[in-house]
């Protein structure tokens, strides 16, 4: 399956979580990218003697010459992950979605890195804010399982 076919993929719930082993080294990576770039911002500021929200800041990021080889690697990372039909919707705190058919929409499988398993879901206009849990059809709230 070439990438363009991947980018088109719909998941099951199971096949998102078969997916998670493959998937989840490269999440590890990209939250420790993250944390690099953190302390090479916070380590170009006390250098500068300049706080972390001066625009003067981003010169001497540059002047470090650090910064863009980290910046190269969380793009790296980001179309890693993509290449498995699933999207990185929070990089910096390792949120994958995997987009699926429920109801005639599309919605998102959604999970965050540290969590066992996908155990919930949102609408696309809804993210991250309007996660739900999957439910099972027989719960009494009355939800339906995303398949």
Request: aromatic share 6%; with cysteine.
């Amino acid at each position: 399956m070439g990438t363009a076919d991947q980018s088109r993929r719909l998941f099951t719930v199971d096949e998102a979580n078969a997916l998670l082993p493959d998937i989840k080294p490269a999440v590890e990576e990209l939250l420790g990218t993250f944390k690099q770039i953190r302390a090479e911002i916070e380590a170009a500021a006390v250098q500068a003697n300049l706080p972390l929200g001066s625009p003067d800041l981003a010169r001497h990021l540059e002047a470090r010459a650090v910064a863009p080889r980290l910046f190269e690697r969380v793009k790296m990372l980001i179309e890693q992950i993509h290449s498995n039909g699933c999207l990185v919707n929070g990089p910096e705190v390792g949120l994958i979605d995997f987009p699926c058919l429920f109801n005639n929409e599309i919605v998102f499988l959604c999970w965050k890195y540290g969590e066992p398993g996908v155990a919930h879901w949102h609408r696309i206009p809804d993210g991250f804010a309007g996660r739900r849990p999957l439910l099972d059809a027989t719960s009494p709230e009355g939800g339906t399982r995303v398949h």
